[in-house]
């Protein structure tokens, strides 16, 4: 459960302070490796706040899905210092992408944490 995952009761219903965080300037990544869900689930997890059982909801997370999106793919190469490889489309990077079966930005919130990936590119290929 959640609760025992965050330390609600430690932490309160906010949880883990996302908004605070970025809001006072701190950068936040929602993972830098070992993910065990899918990057999808992880922002829909930062944006929905639910209990791991689905019980509950934490409390409103105030982040936008491009807020979560970047700190699923992005945040976490600028806080392991691979910023200027990863993270983005750029000349000069690698271009590792996927390419989704739904927007993310704009699909049913509940459909987030399961669209499909469609294709999987690594170093461009």
């Given at each position: 459960m959640?609760?025992?995952r965050y330390g609600l009761d430690k932490l309160?219903?906010?949880g883990i302070p996302i908004r605070r965080m970025l809001d006072g300037g701190?950068?936040?990544a929602l993972s830098t490796d070992g993910v065990p869900y899918s990057m999808l689930w992880t922002a829909w997890e930062a944006i929905a706040r639910w209990d791991d059982d689905g019980q509950r909801q934490l409390g409103d997370s105030r982040l936008t899905r491009d807020e979560a999106l970047r700190m699923a793919a992005q945040s976490g190469h600028r806080l392991t210092w691979n910023e200027d490889r990863y993270g983005s489309l750029e000349v000069g990077k690698v271009a590792?992408?996927?390419v989704l079966a739904d927007d993310p930005l704009s699909c049913d919130l509940g459909r987030?944490?399961?669209i499909r990936v469609d294709r999987t590119f690594v170093g461009g290929r």
């Open positions: 959640a609760s025992d309160g219903e906010e701190v950068p936040v590792d992408m996927v987030l944490k399961d």
